[in-house]
């Protein structure tokens, strides 16, 4: 298969990883031609039109052994597993007795309000039995409610003129105008 073009789907079942982890290995132009924390290069897609890319598969070759060299000189810790996943018995006894301890955190809030709801539910059966036994009383007419007329609003308009002659012979004449608009009361 040297030399062949494979899509970005068929590159990644290959390299066995999802597209988040995927979209790491490719070099998209942005300046980083290697994969972070290692000196191995990044693929670089090949375009086969507006918008479809694909790989050459010997890059893809180059790139799965680069991988596993670098796995192999790097020293491996043991991994843990999530405690989640762990199996057996000490791991399910575990995981039993976070869920007991939870639920009894939660249980005395709930038994105290399970016992005032049953006293509720017995009160309101009670009062059923006594209302069928009542008789209904008659419905009260309500009286109509009573419409303002609206209310016409006031305008008030005050003019002023004010003559002055602060020097002989010089004569000011001020004009001043306001209006004021408000609801009657």
Known sequence: MANSIERPEVTRARLGVGLSKFRDFVDYGNGDAVIAGTDIRRLKPVPLGARAIGFLSDEVDSLVEALRAHRDSVPQHARVQPEHLRTGRDAYWKRQRRKRAKQERSKGKRRETAIRGKARKVAKTAKRV??????????????????????????????????????????????????????AS
């Open 130 to 183: 006594v209302a069928k036994v009542k008789p209904k009383r008659a419905p009260v007419k309500k009286a109509a409610r009573k419409v303002k007329p609206p209310v016409a609003a006031v305008v008030e308009t005050v003019a002023a003129e004010v003559i002055e002659q602060p020097t002989p012979g010089v004569i000011t004449v001020t004009e001043v105008e306001e209006t004021e608009a408000r609801k």
